[in-house]
């Protein structure tokens, strides 16, 4: 029964988020990382966290990407 086992699906679903918010977060936490990791270098396609400091970034580009400036590896 296909439909049956959606529905299961479903509230597992369900119980699992609810139960990581409770307790360590961890399911949440990985959704977070992923919406966080929203700085891209444009030349190499590294992530970082968006709360990344601009003298990280500008670190990344000297150690990275010594020819180039910091504009053509990130936007802002
Ligand atoms: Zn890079």
Do not use: T
């Given at each position: 029964m296909p439909s049956g086992y959606g529905f299961h699906k479903e509230k597992m679903k369900k119980c699992a988020e609810s139960g990581g918010k409770r307790s360590?977060?961890?399911?949440?936490?990985?959704?977070?990382?992923?919406?966080?990791?929203?700085?891209q270098c444009k030349v190499c396609r590294q992530t970082f966290m968006c709360t990344t400091s601009r003298s990280l970034l500008e670190d990344h580009v000297a150690r990275r990407h010594e020819s180039r400036s910091y504009d053509e590896?990130?936007?802002?």
């Open positions: 360590s977060g961890s399911g949440s936490h990985l959704l977070a990382n992923r919406a966080a990791m929203s700085i590896c990130f936007d802002e």
